[in-house]
């Protein structure tokens, strides 16, 4: 793929020297891991594809069990709220653990948490300790913090041993060593064990077991994390899918648990239904392979000489984030890993890029605030498709937590030209359409493609849509409307219908009439994503009020809002609400609809005939921001109510652009967006389809890009007929 190299002017900033100095190194480097992430078509694949394996299995197991996906959600969100606000339940978890027989210790910091292991190796003359897969661990550096001191701990977990011995952190949350090849890791062992190991699951299992054996054996002290604490009993639950966390928790002579005090419940039945959420929505498995539910230890082989039980539970700004209504939410976590299966640029850099040691989407809010915000710089990869809170089992709204993080690093650090100027777009848009056509010429002369690029970071590459030099407001008052019927629509048209393409505008609103509504449009600005996805929430939260200030009163009027862009309306239903909660962004929210959806119970009253030949296959892109709303099924059938064949043609995940990102010059925007979309790419060439459709305007223009084929809005392909 060739890459137009870094251009200086672009990552200049609007935050002083000190913070422009930050901002250029900061991007530079990720750009540079993010390039050579790309540039390794072997360890992107076989992330990919474990990406993919886990979203099908995950959906599979889903539809087998029935799974009321929505109620189970519910029950979920309910449980880890009350066990992430509650500090009565981590009390009470505590006195349990101790009329067990057990020893509690509560760790403000990582640095306690650490000191406390190794007073407990030192107590009992461990020179080394075996332990089990615990992100916790991870967070605290504990393996670092032991070596420091003469501590070797041992990781007994397949994936945690393979990134000890690589000098590596783990790449996700459930699958540490995703990011490893076969070969790889049997060159590594080899290495390491000092004996040839061939590339085969078995070989490397039997390996690795011949090690670890005499370890368990010989250990006296053992750590373990935990799923799950039981405030009721005491208890702790340890979920694997190996047997290592069971040898762990019983073989040596003193057991430490390590455990965030946001994973204590209440009761059994609240842990069951964890458990049962952890399962589905991390591995598409009904159950983890070993479930372990420890209260106490109990003498082995009659010997009752001194088997400990230790647990830590751990703050680590736990409580600073319980009382931040910007990033409580997200102890709700449990760890499960879904986000990371659908995001799609963790799906082409992985977690060393995509992450500190927490990685993927969750686990920018969480390394802003356990880590720091200079190690959470990588919020920056973030595309804003929001596509990891439709899939989190616990309803967790992570792009927000996101925008928040990169809010706060663009204030301490300022911000890229290009985003600046992407946030400018509105004012773009009416400045080109005022100079159009003479503007429309200019953007597609290669010379000034390569002045904007230099100037303000829009990528040479990229096709920019034409702007049309009569607005559709203009077009709009200059026609006759119609008295409607059946119900008024204030019509939404963001920037695309209202500047790029008001034909587009003006036949959803033709429709609308036929169908028998009035139709206004309503003196609103855009809808402002960038604002969102570059971290500016105050000017987001702005546009919003002056947005609702005029919606609100038409609400009230009787008027129904739709637009045929799906950004505009997830910014109307999903964003405004969380950034502006109360009665005025609901209302709105609940009275928001896409085109389609908004349409469709009316369809049987039109004709609708195809604009060309409907004998091909339609293949359909779903936008990433409409499976949010409608997943694109009344789009689906409107074409097909045109006698079209349609079929979705899908990887899971973003088709790569994410609105302005994929404008962008360079790694962190164009050359990440096509390696994205690449997979989409693959699926379109193979899908024998003659036609390809999407409601999307930045979705068209990566399909064009990454195809070279047009790709027509769903209103493009279709006539209608009917009531006047």
């Given at each position: 793929?060739?890459?137009?190299?870094?251009?200086p002017?672009?990552?200049?900033?609007s935050?002083?020297s000190?913070?422009g100095?930050?901002?250029?190194?900061?991007?530079r480097?990720l750009?540079?891991?993010?390039?050579r992430?790309?540039?390794?078509?072997a360890r992107?694949?076989?992330?990919?594809?474990?990406?993919e394996?886990?979203r099908?299995?995950?959906?599979?197991?889903?539809?087998?069990?029935?799974l009321?996906?929505?109620a189970?959600?519910?029950?979920?969100?309910?449980i880890?709220e009350?066990a992430?606000?509650?500090p009565s339940?981590?009390?009470?978890?505590a006195?349990?653990?101790?009329?067990?027989g057990g020893?509690?210790?509560?760790?403000?910091?990582?640095?306690?948490a650490?000191?406390?292991?190794?007073?407990v190796c030192?107590?009992?003359?461990?020179?080394f300790?075996?332990?089990s897969?615990?992100l916790?661990?991870?967070?605290?550096?504990?393996n670092q913090?032991l070596?420091?001191?003469?501590?070797?701990?041992?990781?007994?977990?397949l994936?945690e041993?393979?990134?000890q011995?690589?000098?590596?952190k783990?790449?996700?949350?459930?699958?540490?060593?995703?990011?490893?090849?076969?070969?790889?890791?049997?060159?590594?062992?080899?290495?390491a064990y000092?004996?040839p190991?061939?590339p085969?699951?078995?070989?490397?299992l039997s390996a690795?077991?011949?090690r670890?054996?005499?370890?368990?054996?010989?250990?006296?002290v053992?750590v373990?994390?935990?799923?799950?604490?039981?405030?009721?009993?005491g208890?702790?639950?340890?979920?694997?899918?190996?047997?290592?966390?069971?040898?762990?928790?019983s073989?040596?002579?003193?057991?430490?648990?390590?455990?965030?005090?946001?994973k204590?419940?209440?009761?059994?039945?609240?842990a069951?239904?964890?458990?049962r959420?952890h399962?589905?929505?991390a591995?598409?498995?009904?159950?983890?392979?070993?479930?372990s539910m420890i209260?106490?230890?109990?003498?082995?082989?009659k010997?009752p000489?001194g088997?400990?039980?230790?647990?830590?539970?751990?703050d680590?700004?736990?409580t600073?984030?319980r009382a931040?209504?910007?990033f409580?939410?997200?102890?709700?976590?449990i760890?499960?890993?879904a986000?990371?299966?659908?995001?799609?640029t963790?799906?082409v850099t992985g977690g060393?890029v995509f992450?500190?040691?927490?990685?993927?989407?969750?686990?920018?809010?969480?390394?802003?605030?356990v880590?720091?915000?200079?190690?959470a710089?990588?919020?920056?990869?973030?595309?804003?498709?929001g596509?990891c809170?439709e899939?989190c089992?616990v309803?967790?709204?992570?792009?927000l937590?996101?925008?928040?993080?990169k809010?706060?690093d663009?204030?301490a650090?300022?911000?890229p030209?290009?985003e600046r100027?992407?946030m400018?777009?509105?004012a773009?848009?009416?400045?080109?359409?005022?100079?159009?056509p003479?503007?429309?010429?200019?953007?597609?002369?290669?010379?000034l493609r390569?002045?904007?690029?230099?100037?303000?970071?829009?990528?040479?590459?990229?096709t920019?849509?034409?702007?049309?030099?009569?607005?559709?407001?203009?077009?709009?008052r200059a026609?006759?409307?119609?008295v409607?019927?059946?119900?008024?629509?204030?019509?939404?048209?963001?920037l695309?219908?209202?500047y790029?393409?008001?034909?587009?505008?003006?036949?959803?609103?033709?429709?609308?009439e036929?169908?028998?509504?009035?139709?206004?449009?309503p003196n609103?600005?855009?809808?402002?994503?960038?604002?969102?996805?570059?971290?500016r929430l105050?000017?987001?939260?702005?546009l919003?009020?002056?947005?609702?200030?005029?919606?609100?009163?038409l609400?009230d009027?009787?008027?129904?809002?739709v637009?045929?862009?799906?950004t505009a309306v997830?910014?109307?239903?999903k964003?405004y609400?969380k950034?502006?909660?109360?009665?005025?962004?609901?209302k709105?929210a609940?009275?928001s609809?896409?085109?389609?959806e908004?349409?469709?119970?009316?369809?049987?009253k039109?004709?609708?005939?195809?604009?060309?030949?409907?004998a091909?296959l339609?293949?359909?892109?779903i936008?990433?921001?409409?499976?949010?709303?409608?997943?694109?099924l009344?789009?689906?059938?409107f074409?097909?109510r045109?006698?079209?064949r349609?079929?979705?043609?899908e990887?899971?995940?973003c088709?790569?652009?994410?609105?302005?990102?994929g404008?962008?010059?360079?790694?962190?925007g164009y050359?990440?967006?096509?390696?994205?979309?690449?997979?989409?790419?693959?699926?379109f060439?193979?899908?024998?389809?003659d036609?390809?459709?999407?409601?999307?305007?930045?979705?068209?223009?990566?399909?064009q890009?990454?195809?070279?084929?047009?790709?027509?809005?769903?209103?493009?392909l279709?006539?209608?007929?009917?009531?006047?």
């Amino acid at each position: 793929m060739e890459s137009t190299g870094p251009i200086p002017s672009m990552w200049s900033s609007s935050n002083g020297s000190k913070g422009g100095r930050h901002l250029l190194k900061g991007r530079r480097k990720l750009e540079t891991e993010v390039r050579r992430s790309i540039e390794e078509p072997a360890r992107v694949g076989k992330l990919w594809e474990a990406m993919e394996r886990g979203r099908a299995n995950r959906a599979a197991t889903i539809e087998k069990t029935g799974l009321d996906l929505p109620a189970f959600r519910d029950r979920i969100r309910l449980i880890k709220e009350t066990a992430a606000q509650d500090p009565s339940i981590a009390e009470a978890f505590a006195e349990a653990v101790r009329a067990n027989g057990g020893r509690v210790s509560f760790a403000a910091t990582g640095r306690q948490a650490v000191q406390y292991v190794l007073d407990v190796c030192r107590a009992n003359g461990a020179e080394f300790l075996v332990k089990s897969k615990s992100l916790t661990s991870e967070e605290v550096e504990m393996n670092q913090g032991l070596a420091a001191e003469g501590i070797r701990a041992i990781e007994t977990d397949l994936g945690e041993l393979l990134c000890q011995v690589a000098g590596e952190k783990p790449s996700h949350l459930v699958f540490p060593a995703i990011h490893m090849t076969s070969d790889r890791i049997a060159r590594m062992l080899s290495e390491a064990y000092g004996e040839p190991i061939a590339p085969e699951p078995s070989s490397i299992l039997s390996a690795v077991r011949a090690r670890l054996r005499p370890q368990f054996l010989a250990a006296k002290v053992g750590v373990t994390g935990a799923n799950i604490g039981v405030a009721e009993t005491g208890s702790i639950v340890v979920e694997t899918n190996e047997g290592n966390g069971r040898l762990v928790t019983s073989v040596p002579k003193v057991h430490v648990a390590l455990i965030g005090l946001e994973k204590i419940v209440r009761c059994w039945e609240d842990a069951a239904d964890l458990v049962r959420g952890h399962a589905i929505s991390a591995t598409g498995q009904r159950m983890t392979v070993y479930v372990s539910m420890i209260s106490q230890r109990q003498p082995v082989a009659k010997d009752p000489a001194g088997r400990e039980f230790h647990v830590i539970i751990l703050d680590n700004g736990r409580t600073r984030m319980r009382a931040d209504p910007w990033f409580r939410d997200a102890l709700n976590c449990i760890r499960c890993g879904a986000c990371m299966n659908v995001c799609p640029t963790y799906g082409v850099t992985g977690g060393h890029v995509f992450g500190h040691i927490y990685p993927g989407p969750i686990g920018i809010p969480w390394t802003a605030n356990v880590h720091g915000l200079e190690e959470a710089s990588f919020a920056h990869l973030c595309v804003s498709c929001g596509l990891c809170h439709e899939i989190c089992p616990v309803d967790i709204d992570i792009p927000l937590m996101i925008a928040k993080v990169k809010d706060q690093d663009v204030e301490a650090h300022g911000q890229p030209t290009a985003e600046r100027f992407f946030m400018a777009s509105e004012a773009f848009a009416k400045v080109a359409c005022l100079s159009a056509p003479l503007a429309n010429r200019l953007l597609r002369r290669g010379s000034l493609r390569v002045l904007m690029e230099w100037a303000v970071g829009v990528d040479r590459r990229r096709t920019l849509p034409a702007f049309a030099h009569r607005t559709l407001r203009s077009r709009f008052r200059a026609r006759e409307g119609q008295v409607g019927r059946v119900g008024k629509v204030a019509f939404f048209p963001d920037l695309y219908a209202e500047y790029n393409n008001p034909d587009q505008g003006l036949r959803a609103i033709e429709i609308l009439e036929r169908l028998g509504y009035s139709v206004f449009i309503p003196n609103v600005q855009w809808s402002g994503m960038p604002y969102v996805s570059y971290g500016r929430l105050g000017k987001a939260t702005k546009l919003a009020a002056d947005n609702l200030r005029v919606l609100g009163p038409l609400v009230d009027d009787g008027y129904e809002i739709v637009s045929t862009e799906p950004t505009a309306v997830y910014m109307l239903r999903k964003v405004y609400p969380k950034l502006l909660e109360g009665d005025l962004a609901s209302k709105v929210a609940t009275h928001s609809r896409g085109f389609f959806e908004f349409i469709e119970p009316h369809l049987t009253k039109l004709s609708l005939r195809p604009t060309t030949d409907a004998a091909g296959l339609v293949g359909f892109h779903i936008p990433c921001h409409d499976r949010a709303l409608s997943s694109g099924l009344p789009a689906m059938r409107f074409l097909e109510r045109a006698s079209y064949r349609v079929r979705p043609v899908e990887t899971g995940t973003c088709c790569g652009i994410a609105g302005t990102f994929g404008m962008k010059g360079g790694w962190l925007g164009y050359e990440l967006s096509m390696a994205v979309g690449e997979k989409l790419f693959e699926q379109f060439r193979g899908s024998g389809c003659d036609l390809i459709a999407t409601e999307s305007s930045v979705c068209t223009l990566q399909l064009q890009d990454g195809l070279g084929r047009p790709v027509r809005h769903p209103l493009d392909l279709v006539r209608v007929e009917g009531p006047a």
